[in-house]
């Protein structure tokens, strides 16, 4: 059954809330809306909850992406062998996760968080990497990855996808953190291309909820959220032009640091 979208308008404004801060750190936002909607639908299953999730990651991807586009920020060649790599897992993370209880989903979302978390709080070589990157990449040029490297982001790529998927979070905080550290991009450009990246997995996970029948019962919460997310999308890309990618990575890692104890504290007690 779907959902009448009147009675969830006010979730407009955190729809925007979470499309601006996901543009702005390439995230999606959807780390930050999967335990906004954990906590304001306690009863909701965890298949409901990630479909929504992934139908608003979707379109602030895809309000992003175009902003980003317009600015020549996307390393498309990186782009698209993440999305073709990235397919499989999302399929098979979006059908994971009837197999899991909401405590349990809950336990290993929050995990994952602060882990991510704490290696970008405590990576030794977080400063100099960021330069190595910003430093290799002006020397090398946008799309100019060499075989190995394009395994390896395969690879990873596609881990990522169930778990993005899985999760419904999009896996903008696992892709951001790889782009930078392990393929060496600067972060404004690995934001942009996260952001690419993002809009085919979202997409994949979200058409496998569709196709399965678990998205109908939250349209009326994805519509509302989406609506926001759009518009916040493109306020986040504009407004990264204008902070310096070492405050994005610091503002990554407090989000998820924040979330993850909130989500570890609602499973464990």
Not at 37 to 46: D, G, H, R, S
């Amino acid at each position: 059954m779907h959902e009448d979208i009147l009675p969830f308008l006010w979730l407009i404004p955190m729809g925007f809330f979470t499309g601006a801060y996901g543009a702005l750190i390439g995230a999606g936002g959807g780390f930050i809306l999967v335990p906004a909607l954990l906590i304001l639908f306690p009863n909701e299953a965890p298949e409901i909850v990630t479909s929504i999730s992934l139908t608003v990651v979707f379109f602030n991807a895809l309000s992003g992406t175009i902003a980003y586009a317009r600015s020549q920020r996307i390393d498309y060649k990186i782009g698209v062998i993440f999305s073709l790599a990235t397919m499989p897992g999302a399929v098979l993370g979006a059908l994971a996760t009837t197999a899991v209880s909401r405590e349990r989903f809950n336990l290993l979302f929050g995990v994952l968080l602060l882990a991510i978390a704490a290696v970008l709080v405590i990576s030794p070589g977080k400063k100099s990497a960021t330069r190595i990157a910003q430093t290799s990449y002006r020397s090398s040029g946008i799309g100019s990855l060499d075989f190995a490297t394009s395994v390896i982001g395969a690879l990873v790529s596609t881990a990522f996808g169930f778990l993005s998927s899985f999760l419904g979070i999009g896996g903008g905080i696992l892709y951001v953190p790889a782009l930078v550290y392990l393929l060496r991009v600067p972060v404004h450009v690995a934001t942009a291309t996260s952001l690419f990246v993002l809009m085919i997995t979202a997409f994949t996970g979200g058409a496998t909820h569709f196709v399965t029948g678990l998205f109908h019962a939250g349209t009326g919460r994805a519509v509302a959220l989406s609506i926001g997310a759009v518009v916040g999308a493109q306020a986040g890309a504009v407004l990264s032009q204008k902070i310096h990618g070492e405050w994005i990575i610091r503002s990554l890692a407090l989000a998820l640091g924040l979330v993850s104890i909130r989500l570890l504290s609602q499973s464990l007690w």
